[in-house]
């Protein structure tokens, strides 16, 4: 195996900390990620990783090469697509997590980008929880609502307005809630990140400052497609992403309400591991999903 590859296993497998995960987000089978770090270490004379039935770790030595070896294979990348102006010469193996309302509204679109870049194969992740994205191996992320403090890159594409939304056959039960004081009469179905937090209610902005209206509810949770199916269901109100609900409500299944009380707009950022030089796959993926959701952003 070439020393190129065998680097780049190397680093996927000291970022994810195990061998056989990162042999499957490279698409190889477990031994032969095995016998490549064998052979790297033979080469260099050292041992690069602690081995344990549990887990990897590395070495004095190998946290010295990992370092070395992100920036060589950065600067490699950035070489060998100089002069590689043509979408068929962009290739390899992208990972990227979105949620799953985001990518449900991407997953038309996609085609044509792969069309576009005959040479390139996605793997796409779809959650609500927060993925580990250097070790878990993704090379960006796209996440909506404020972000935790991180050393990762941050690239901000805009801000998802909210929609207000309830099913015909809650709001026929429940009546129209027309100003803030009706909510007193009405069910919000709870979204939160981890099960057990305390969720503050109804949110709308009052100039700008965000402000809560508290609210009983029968249902939390902590999915997107939980809230929404909730919602379908006739639980309660919602208050989401604009990108989420339009079809819904376009389709008659959910109707807006209090539109003239919104909650404060969600931000929407990439985030990605690289700290120098990012590889041209990644920059042709985030420039193309920033043009896909224009739409359904408000630009900041």
């Known amino acids: 195996m070439h020393r190129t590859e065998a680097m780049h296993i190397f680093v996927r497998v000291a970022e994810m900390a195990s061998f056989t995960r990162a042999a499957d987000s490279l698409g190889l089978p477990k031994a032969s990620a095995s016998t490549a770090?064998?052979?790297?270490?033979?080469?260099?004379?050292?041992?690069?990783?602690?081995?344990?039935?549990?887990?990897?770790?590395?070495?004095?030595?190998?946290?010295?090469?990992?370092?070395?070896?992100?920036?060589?294979?950065?600067?490699?990348d950035e070489l060998t697509s100089m002069f590689q102006q043509a979408p068929q010469m962009i290739s390899g193996r992208l990972r990227v997590d979105m949620n799953g309302s985001i990518a449900r509204r991407i997953m038309p679109y996609l085609p044509q980008f792969l069309r576009e870049h005959p040479q390139l194969q996605v793997e796409l992740s779809c959650t609500d929880r927060r993925v580990d994205v250097v070790g878990e191996g993704f090379d960006c992320v796209l996440r909506v609502g404020n972000l935790e403090d991180s050393s990762l890159i941050v690239r901000t594409l805009g801000v998802f307005p909210i929609a207000n939304c309830a099913s015909p056959a809650y709001l026929e039960e429940n009546g129209v809630p027309r100003e803030l004081s009706d909510l007193s009469g009405h069910r919000l179905i709870h979204y939160v990140s981890r099960l057990g937090q305390r969720p503050p209610g109804?949110?709308?902005?009052?100039?700008?400052?965000c402000?809560?209206?508290?609210?009983?509810g029968v249902l939390t949770v902590?999915?997107?497609?939980?809230?929404?199916?909730?919602?379908?269901?006739g639980l309660g109100i919602i208050q989401g992403p604009r990108i989420g609900l339009t079809e819904l409500i376009e389709q008659g299944r959910l109707i807006e309400v209090l539109p003239q009380y919104r909650a404060e707009p969600m931000p929407v950022s990439l985030l990605y591991g690289q700290r120098r030089n990012l590889s041209a796959r990644v920059q042709v993926f985030m420039d193309w999903l920033k043009d896909v959701m224009v739409p359904y952003l408000d630009l900041a």
């Open 202 to 209: 109804f949110e709308y902005l009052e100039g700008k400052e």
């Open 222 to 233: 902590n999915s997107v497609e939980a809230y929404e199916e909730g919602c379908l269901a």
């Open 211 to 216: 402000r809560y209206v508290p609210m009983q």
């Open 37 to 76: 770090i064998q052979q790297l270490e033979a080469q260099l004379g050292t041992q690069l990783l602690h081995r344990t039935t549990r887990r990897v770790q590395m070495t004095q030595d190998g946290q010295r090469f990992y370092e070395r070896c992100k920036e060589l294979l950065a600067d490699m």
